[in-house]
């Protein structure tokens, strides 16, 4: 059975749980480094205050042992803040993990519409409309070698994909609708089919 650590520091975990619960997979909260010391097979990054949560993973001693299980092939599902947390370069300030070939810009939307929602057709992950809710959120600014751009909102990237790494601007876990949940259900099903990959 699946089992997926989620990042529990700060930010929104509990709903991640709960999309996951309600697509019957097991999950548990990572806020140690001793959480991670058991077996799982993929890895949710949530939304929050990626500077925070960039914090305490370096204090956490979390930091490291996380970029190399994904640099591995640990599937990893970053949304908003996480996706930050994931992005090879942020525009003006230091990278985090750093794994994703991505350039993001925070709070990119700006202080008039710092919240929103809206819906699109995002083929690759559900042949039905996806509700989308951006809270205070980044966009990608441009993507790099490998990345896949699995959405773009008003000219702006707001989900991608690159290999194991599945990152979107917006919060699924915040809606009742778990398409990028069975999506990154399906990344981690296919990604234990060759496991040697993860072999650290
Ligand atoms: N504004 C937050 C940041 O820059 C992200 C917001 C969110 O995760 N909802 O980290």
């Not at 991670?36 to 500077?51: C, R």
């Not at 991505?102 to 929103?116: E, H, M, P």
């Not at 083929?123 to 039905?128: D, L, Q, R, T």
């Not at 509700?131 to 990237?157: K, M, Q, T």
């Amino acid at each position: 059975m699946m089992k997926v650590g989620i990042l529990a520091l700060q930010g929104a975990f509990a709903e991640h749980k709960q999309s996951l619960c309600s697509i019957g997979v097991d999950s548990f909260e990572i806020r140690q480094k001793k959480d991670i010391e058991q077996p799982f097979d993929g890895l949710i990054i949530p939304g929050g205050e990626s500077t925070v949560i960039g914090k305490l993973l370096r204090k956490l001693d979390l930091l490291e042992p996380l970029k190399s299980m994904i640099e591995n092939g640990m599937p990893v599902f970053g949304t908003c803040a996480g996706l930050i947390i994931l992005a090879k370069n942020v525009e003006g300030e230091e990278s985090h993990i750093g794994t994703m070939n991505i350039t993001v810009k925070r709070n990119a939307y700006g202080k008039q519409i710092d919240s929103f929602s809206d819906t699109a057709v995002i083929e690759k992950v559900s042949p039905n409309p996806v509700p989308l809710v951006f809270i205070r959120a980044p966009w990608i600014e441009s993507a790099g070698d490998g990345v896949e751009i699995l959405c773009e909102l008003n000219g702006h990237i707001v989900a991608a994909r690159q290999e194991n790494m599945l990152v979107t601007s917006f919060h699924p876990e915040l809606t009742k609708d778990t398409a990028f949940h069975k999506y990154f259900a399906d990344i981690i099903k296919n990604s234990s089919e060759t496991p040697a990959v993860r072999a650290v």
